[in-house]
C-alpha cells in the first residue's frame, strides 16, 4: 500500500497568512494526488485533484503543485472559512490511502 | 445538483452485523463509480472501498482492514448504493461516508461526498 505523509499535522495562522501543507507518498504516484477540505462535524469537500487542477467552486486562493512523491497545498490568504483540517489523497491504487490531516487553526 | 444521503447507522455489538445505505439523486447512478469513506472518533478519513459501474465491470475494491467482513453492493434501479458491514469490531466505530467518484481525464477523485452515518460497535 502507498504511505501518504502530511505536514505538520497542526499549523497556527492569521488571516491573510500564506498557508503551505506538504503531502509526500510512499512511492511515485506521479500527480495522482487529490486534496479535501473539512470541517469540524461535516463531510470532506474537494478542492484540488491530479494534483493542481482546482475543483468548481473552489476559491483561486487554493492552489496545489507537485509531482512524483512530494506536493504541496498553498492558500495564498487565509480567510477565516479556511480554518479546517486538510487531507491529502492518492489515486494512483488502491486502496486509496489518505493522509493524516492537517489542521489549520487561528492563532 | 447531485446529492447523496447515507442512512443505517446505529448501535451494535461486537461480531454484528449491519447494513448502511446511500440514496443518490442528480446523477446518472447505473454509469456511476461509487465509494465508501469512514471516520473513527477523532481520526482521519480511511478508505473503506469502491465499486464500479456494472458498464465498468461492476468490481469491488476493500481495505485491508474490513475484506472479507465488509460488502459492497448497488441497485441500479433503485439509485442506492450499499455497505453490508459483518462481523463488526470495536475499531469499526466511526462515521461512513459515502462518496461519488468523479473522473477528468483518467484522474480519479471522491467529487460528492454525502453527510455520514455513524456507526458505534459497542
Known sequence: DIQMTQSPSSLSASVGDRVTITCRASQSINNHLNWYQQKAGKAPNLLIYAASSLHSGVPSRFSGSGSGTEFTLTISSLQPEDFATYYCQQSYSTPRTFGQGTKVEIK | ?122
Request: some cysteine.
Open chain 2, 1 to 122: 445538483e447531485v446529492q447523496l444521503a447515507e442512512s443505517g447507522g446505529g448501535l451494535v455489538k461486537p461480531g454484528g452485523s449491519l447494513r448502511l445505505s446511500c440514496a443518490t439523486s442528480g446523477l446518472t447512478f447505473n454509469y456511476a463509480w461509487m465509494s465508501w469513506v469512514r471516520q473513527g472518533p477523532g481520526k482521519g478519513l480511511e478508505w473503506v472501498g469502491r465499486m464500479k459501474s456494472k458498464a465498468g465491470g461492476g468490481t469491488t475494491e476493500y481495505a485491508a482492514s474490513v475484506k472479507g467482513r465488509f460488502t459492497i453492493s448497488r441497485d441500479d434501479s433503485k439509485n442506492t448504493l450499499y455497505l453490508e458491514m459483518n462481523s463488526l469490531k470495536a475499531e469499526d466505530t466511526a462515521v461512513y461516508f459515502c462518496s461519488w467518484i468523479g473522473e477528468t481525464n483518467s484522474y480519479y477523485y471522491l467529487g460528492v461526498w454525502g453527510k455520514g452515518t455513524t456507526v458505534t460497535v459497542s
